[in-house]
């Protein structure tokens, strides 16, 4: 694409918003056409990012995945260390992972799993004194703490300090975002979950996710990944409180807050933040439910041309990032 070319981003999550600012500082004209934008409260569950917990922890088995989590975690670092926590949503956090399983994958062969712990600041394998009871293995390390609404409204403002446009609408083909100017050239499809809609993307499918937010935040992000397979996670969210959670239940398209899960969350959670007990409980704000837009087969970052009204125009897919976005 040539130097200022007109380029529609689809969605304003945390994915579209990212991939504008990117060919906004390249020198490309943007316009973000959304159904929502930061700040913006979806109760039919297609707005994904205010959901996430959230934190930076590579979990992906995928080479090309290994690369973009490493530039992120590096890029941050640069970001945080000339802007703050208040206006970026980023907090560079000690975090703590324990094992209950011994030998659980992860930990064999000297941590090999764990293909970041080169390259995460103050990585180490904690030794059995430090282990909380229960658990066979642990590795504290520091990476960050996410406030996802924070972040995105920052990256929002840096678009618009370089010139974005963007736009409320739905849009219901690829051809009608080519429509919104006369120069515009390509299109990106950062749909998430709505891409199943917007291009029949059948691959695309839901992980649903429950967590309860509380008053208090963390100084630390603490996970315990149990024998059965279950992950008690304690996520510090700069300037709002902590996030604890998380369930992961696959192609579950259901809106409902499971009163019992929460319960079992709350309970559970207890041994990882007690420093946030108000009388032996957590204060809570509220139980919330979100869907990691993944994607059967994986990320789909695609390029393909389509004949819109005689034009050429270049779309470049790139969605099914499920929790790793």
Excluded at 25 to 30: L, M, P
Excluded at 283 to 290: E, F, M, T, Y
Aim: hydrophobic share 35%; aromatic share 8%.
């Amino acid at each position: 694409m040539a130097s200022k070319s007109h380029t529609v981003v689809i969605g304003a999550g945390v994915i579209g918003l990212q991939t504008a600012l990117l060919l906004l500082q390249a020198g490309h004209s943007v316009t973000v056409v959304a159904t929502h934008f930061p700040g913006d409260v979806d109760p039919a569950l297609v707005y994904t990012s205010p959901k996430a917990g959230a934190h930076w922890r590579s979990q992906s088995t995928d080479p090309f995945v290994h690369k973009a989590d490493k530039e992120t975690y590096l890029a941050w670092l640069s970001l945080v260390r000339s802007k703050g926590a208040s206006e970026t949503g980023l907090a560079l956090t000690p975090s703590y992972y324990f094992w209950e399983e011994e030998g659980a994958a992860e930990t064999v062969n000297n941590f090999r799993g764990l293909w970041w712990k080169d390259y995460v600041l103050d990585f180490r394998v904690l030794p059995k004194q430090e282990l909380p009871e229960g658990v066979s293995h642990g590795v504290a390390y520091t990476t960050f703490a996410i406030n996802p609404t924070q972040y995105m409204r920052y990256l929002l403002r840096e678009c618009q300090q370089l010139g974005v446009e963007t736009v409320r609408r739905k849009v219901a083909s690829l051809g009608e975002a080519a429509t919104l100017g006369e120069d515009v050239v390509a299109v990106v499809n950062c749909t998430g979950i709505s891409a199943r809609e917007l291009v029949g993307d059948e691959n695309v499918y839901p992980i649903k996710g429950q967590t309860v937010l509380v008053r208090g935040e963390s100084k630390t992000n603490r996970f315990v990944k149990t024998k059965s397979g279950w992950q008690d996670a304690v996520l510090r969210r700069p300037g709002e409180g902590t996030i604890l959670g998380v369930s992961k239940d696959k192609d579950d398209w259901s809106n409902n807050i499971d009163q019992n899960l929460t319960k079992m969350i709350l309970e559970r959670c207890k041994r990882l933040a007690p420093e946030l007990l108000v009388d032996g409980k957590f204060d809570v704000v509220r139980p919330q439910i979100g869907r990691r837009p993944a994607r059967k087969g994986g990320i789909r970052i695609e390029i393909e041309r389509l004949d819109v009204g005689g034009k050429d125009l270049i779309v470049c897919h790139h969605y099914g990032h499920g929790g790793t976005g």
